[in-house]
């Protein structure tokens, strides 16, 4: 008997913004990137998505300006493209597109740099229950010294210390949403009352980064912790996720490339006792299909003559913090001394998948940047592509992609029509909801009644089950948290 294909996480990758990783693409006539503002434009795509049976519509977020190319603090390459500015907070739409819709995951990037994890726990428990648990957090600590600026710094704190605070933050969190209300606090409250006083509890957060008394202001919501995403790379990163995420997105330029990452991560959840493979993976991947190869290069060549040069070069100043406007516009970066060997491993990753006889130059760094981004671009006919998306799912162990667009909704349009019914005839990708009306974790995980964190995540010691006085991570008498209930603290 031969065992079932794995079937694939298909999430939509988008930004609230008239430009994602499409710089000066809202020219072309069929963009509807200018519609960012519109409420309607992102539950008319929730809808369409959901009927394609998406898992997630996953918003990238940024909270500065990209303002590193001709800069420091130059935003005039970005404005004129619209790259990634301006540039709305995505969770406002959440409720929207959930009131409109049944099933469809929302993803949304938020930071634990900028924003204090009390406030954080609030929104996303407000949204997880108007969504009847359908959120997912994608955690990251930020990279743009705009935003420092903008939130009171000189300048970035420290790339390692924000993994640091990112650590303690979620400890934070998981306190607030999973220690601070028992499970059975409204479900078994005395006659009468809204909830049991005695199973609301402060959490007395006092660590090194943040005091938080408590308790959390919120009612658990149906996943209680939302779905945990994370994107980041670097060794810090990777621990980090390592510990924390139940699905990572990463972005590389091959698979190839991206195996070693996949591969580093699941072996460290493993060395933290989770399940490597409960961990879910997920490729970025722009994917330009058509009738036939030629149609598709056809339409991606027509899509790339709107590209904003100026605005990629923008875009990668703010990626890699790196100014290229500093270097000759003939000068190719695999061989220059003088490039940081950050671009200069970026631009020789690049360069093992292009034709021969390019040059590495800036105009070709912003060509490769012009729809996409850093991540891969595949073209062709369905065959074509389902074929290349195989591999992938083969060579890098990944469980599936966020597809990123070069034209909204267009993108996702062709996608629907020419991709998905191929990845259907072959099994790839599920004709329905595992848990139709279920969590984003049911479905993450195709398991009807996997709505909280499994018992092996970090977050699972905070766990205040029905019946126990008090939390697990309470118990120690001697801790004086274990006595603050709500009554008590009265
Ligand atoms: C694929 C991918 C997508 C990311 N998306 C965002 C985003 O939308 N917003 C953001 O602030 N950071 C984003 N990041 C940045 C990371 O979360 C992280 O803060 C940054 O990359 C620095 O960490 P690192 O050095 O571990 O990669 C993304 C990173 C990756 C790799």
Redesign the pocket.
């Known amino acids: 008997m031969s065992t079932p294909k794995k079937q694939w996480i298909l999430n939509a990758f988008v930004m609230q913004s008239p430009g994602h990783l499409n710089p000066g693409l809202f020219k072309y006539p069929r963009d509807k990137g200018r519609k960012y503002n519109d409420i309607k434009h992102w539950i008319s795509l929730a809808q369409k998505l959901e009927a394609a049976k998406f898992h997630a519509i996953f918003f990238?977020?940024?909270l500065g300006g990209y303002d590193v190319y001709k800069g420091p603090g130059n935003l005039e390459p970005t404005i004129p493209a619209a790259s990634q500015f301006p540039i709305n907070d995505p969770l406002y739409s959440v409720p929207a597109m959930a009131a409109a819709t049944e099933n469809i995951g929302f993803g949304i990037?938020a930071?634990t740099t900028y924003e204090l994890p009390y406030a954080l726990a609030r929104k996303f428990s407000t949204v997880d229950h108007l969504s009847n648990g359908r959120v997912a957090w994608?955690i990251?600590?930020?990279?743009l010294d705009s935003a420092a600026r903008n939130f009171g710094l000189n300048t970035q704190i420290e790339?390692d210390e924000r993994y640091r605070i990112a650590h303690e933050y979620l400890d934070v969190v998981y306190k607030l949403w999973e220690g601070s209300w028992r499970d059975d606090a409204v479900s078994n409250a005395p006659q009468g009352t809204y909830a049991d006083p005695s199973a609301v509890r402060q959490i007395n957060h006092k660590g090194k980064y943040f005091q938080v008394p408590g308790p959390h202001i919120c009612e658990p919501s149906r996943q209680r912790t939302p779905f945990l995403f994370q994107?980041?790379?670097?060794t810090?990163?990777r621990k980090f996720a390592a510990t924390h995420a139940e699905a990572i997105?990463?972005?590389g330029h091959t698979a190839e490339l991206v195996r070693p990452s996949v591969d580093s991560i699941r072996a460290q959840a493993k060395e933290l006792g989770r399940n490597s493979h409960s961990v879910k993976i997920v490729a970025?991947v722009l994917v330009i299909v058509a009738e036939t190869d030629e149609k598709a290069q056809a339409k991606f060549e027509e899509l790339a003559r709107y590209g904003d040069r100026e605005g990629a070069l923008a875009l990668f100043g703010g990626w890699s913090g790196y100014d290229l406007s500093k270097y000759g516009d003939d000068e190719d970066f695999r061989f220059l001394d003088s490039a940081p060997p950050a671009v200069r491993s970026m631009v020789n990753h690049w360069a093992s998948t292009s034709p021969q006889g390019w040059k590495w130059n800036k105009k070709t760094i912003a060509e490769h940047l012009i729809i996409g981004g850093n991540g891969a671009k595949i073209i062709g006919s369905p065959t074509t592509v389902a074929d290349e998306l195989e591999r992938w799912i083969e060579v890098a162990d990944v469980d599936g992609f966020n597809l990123s667009y070069a034209s909204i909704p267009e993108t996702f349009d062709d996608l629907i029509e020419h991709l998905l019914p191929e990845l259907r005839r072959r099994g790839l990708v599920w004709s329905d909801y595992a848990v139709p009306g279920g969590t984003l974790r049911e479905n993450y995980f195709s398991e009807q009644g996997k709505n909280r964190l499994s018992d092996s995540h970090p977050g699972a010691k905070y766990f205040w089950k029905a019946g126990e006085e008090v939390p697990e991570y309470m118990k120690d008498a001697s801790d004086p948290r274990s006595k603050d209930t709500i009554e008590q603290a009265c």
Do not use: I, P, R
Request: hydrophobic share 35%.
């Open positions: 990238a977020d940024v990037t930071s994608n990251v600590t930020s990279y790339h994107a980041g790379t670097s810090a990163g997105f990463l972005n970025g």
